[in-house]
């Protein structure tokens, strides 16, 4: 181009194009429910070796106690860790180590509370079952276990998608079910039942809840999801 003496210089401005996003990853129920079964089974496993260990140790009901609720938090690790890499990619994807953290003292917790009944039944704690206190507190434990996890991860999961308290509800009911399949041993054993037996009728009981919580809260993740993208088009339509 040719410019008259004098004229200033155009200065040729180049536009560069805008990085586009990556996509999300759809959501696959299938993951989430492989990584969720092999998360919880073997982190499931992790306090439940407590009992052996409380037992081959001769340990008193407290220390056991405790050892049970330390034990948890690898149990919750585990399973957030699991439950994050299924969200990798996806529109749900968390913060892995917060969510890992959350959830590991939650399960820690959940433990704390699945065990003070029988803690203090052994301690010589006697409770009267006419009192309508103890059935109170009964009740009042039973809700704060099945909520320990689901709150403690919508801390983290409220930054992410919209209307996460839904995840409470969906978490409380899949591990209310979950956990009762754990008990179902427990009519067919007794002291006189062998280790090796012993283990493997509850680490199939462990196995049965990790699935039926995969499956629970994956169904309710796919749907929490699939809520999050329809308000996401309307918006983009608007």
Do not use: C, K
């Amino acid at each position: 181009m040719r410019t008259s003496p004098g004229a200033p210089a155009r200065a040729t401005v180049l536009v560069m194009p805008r990085p586009t996003a990556t996509p999300a990853r759809p959501f696959r129920l299938g993951r989430w429910v492989g990584f969720v079964v092999a998360g919880e089974s073997v982190g499931f496993l992790i306090p439940a070796s407590g009992f052996a260990i409380a037992y081959y140790a001769g340990l008193a009901p407290w220390p056991a106690y405790v050892l049970h609720v330390v034990l948890g938090l690898g149990e919750g690790a585990l399973l957030g860790l699991a439950q994050a890499l299924a969200l990798r990619g996806t529109r749900g994807q968390v913060p892995t180590r917060r969510w890992v953290a959350v959830t590991a003292v939650a399960a820690a917790l959940a433990w704390g509370i699945g065990m003070l009944p029988t803690t203090l039944f052994d301690s010589g704690v006697t409770l009267d079952p006419a009192n309508a206190l103890v059935w109170i507190a009964a009740a009042g434990g039973a809700v704060a276990l099945l909520l320990t996890i689901p709150v403690a991860q919508w801390t983290v999961l409220r930054h992410v998608l919209d209307r996460a308290w839904h995840w409470i509800p969906v978490n409380a009911a899949a591990w209310l079910v979950g956990l009762s399949l754990t008990l179902l041993p427990s009519p067919f054993v007794d002291e006189t039942t062998p280790p090796t037996v012993l283990a493997v009728a509850f680490g199939l009981g462990g196995v049965a809840m990790a699935t039926t919580v995969a499956v629970g809260t994956g169904v309710g993740m796919r749907r929490m999801l699939a809520n999050q993208s329809r308000g996401a088009g309307r918006e983009g339509g608007n």
